[in-house]
């Protein structure tokens, strides 16, 4: 029987079976694939419109000056330690050696567990978050924090923070496998913290080395958490179309 607490084998619920029902007997990955990008265009075009404008309509508001005034607060309250540390943190949260990590987790989970559930929502959450990221930084040009910045600022967009996205999704994605494979308290609960207490001091490090106004970080946290439950929706909705007899 499938377990209410394990979010990957419980069986979809009844919006999801309506949607493949819908879709009848059609490729069994078709209305999945449709699923995804329908989300994926949503999420963009919501995410641009918020970008351009906090670009052209939130720096002359008060909100604007609040977030300028605490990036400048936070540059010039640098220390030497937190240098040292947001810079290690930044590293590891960068976007591409966040895929790197979350690609190889998913081909280990698939040589030691023997199915496509687990490294395809890793596979389909960093991946479109990436995708998405991209598409939303080449349509809104936000400029960085006016702050002396103490990393080379990529070509992108300030926003959405790409750093404090892969790391929501990586970690989330983590916390997600937990509840699914492991029994002990202790180990789900590590792993839900991490998945908030990761990409927190990822999206602080961020603002603190001059990269990212606060609402970047929180439209970056926002756009991974949104496209992992889609993530995590698609393979449940796969699972039941494509393993209906699986024993759980």
Known sequence: MPSEGRPLRKAPARWERRLLEWWGPRPAS??????????????????????????????????????????????????????????????????????????????????????????LMLVIALVGEVAIFLAITALVDRLRPPVPRLDVAPPTSSFPSGHTAASVVLYGALAILASERFHGRLVRRLAIALAFLMPGTVGFSRMYRGMHYPSDVVAGAALAAVWLIVSLHSVRMGAFRLEPAEDE
């Open 30 to 119: 078709t209305p999945i694939l449709v699923y995804l990008l329908v989300w994926a265009v949503a999420i963009t075009a919501v995410w641009v419109v918020a970008g351009r404008l906090l670009s052209h309509v939130e720096a002359h508001d008060a909100l604007g000056r609040a977030e300028l005034g605490a990036e400048r607060w936070l540059a010039v309250h640098r220390i030497v330690a937190l240098n040292g540390v947001t810079a290690v943190l930044s590293a590891l949260a960068s976007t591409k050696v966040v895929v790197a990590v979350g690609l190889l987790l998913a081909a280990v989970t698939r040589a030691t567990w023997q199915r496509w559930r687990e490294p």
